[in-house]
């Protein structure tokens, strides 16, 4: 594929490093709030996680599974992963935000989640690069961000790992957490809170 300016280049390859970065971004936010705002700030690296992971599964690696035994390996491996973040961010969501467990588990899973992101761009992004034409990429970008606006905004820990069972469960599920944002969000539910 041709090198095109990165800043210029408007495909999944792009959009996956981007997200990659504010998802870091978030982490340092997450890292950075007060006790008080931790749980405030947390909801927008959930979110972004939550979806992500999804459009990836429903886009990305489905995109490679044809590109022969070494691209389907490490498919495997990021699915692997993934699942096991899905798990551990449940969990985390799961903890008080204020505690200092809470921290140092966000500390463990920021590890994790930058070492996969790490694995991606390094093996995930190049393969499809070479598997994939600049117009597929192109395309694909456009289906990542459709499956993101059907994705579940929550980890959750018995959720579908493949294109298929995203297809099938992810929109009811999303469906629930998007209600359950939206409750969240409500003047009543925070005066509850």
Known sequence: MAATNSSTRRDVV?????QHDTIRRLFDDVEAASPARRAEAFQPLVRLLAVHE???????????LLAGSEARAVVRARRI???QAKKDLAELEGLDAG?????AQLRAFRVEV???AEAEEAE??????????????????LWFVTAET???THAHRFAPESATGNLLLGPAVALVDRVRDMLATTPSARTRS
């Open 114 to 116: 930058e070492a996969h």
């Open 54 to 64: 999804t459009a990836e599964e429903m886009v990305v690696y489905p995109a490679l």
């Open 124 to 141: 995930v992004l190049p393969l499809l690069d070479e598997h994939r034409a600049a117009h597929e990429l192109r395309l694909m970008d």
């Open 99 to 103: 505690s200092r467990g809470f921290l």
């Open 150 to 152: 059907v994705a579940p």
């Open 81 to 83: 992963e993934e699942d």
């Open 14 to 18: 792009t959009r996956v490093r981007r």
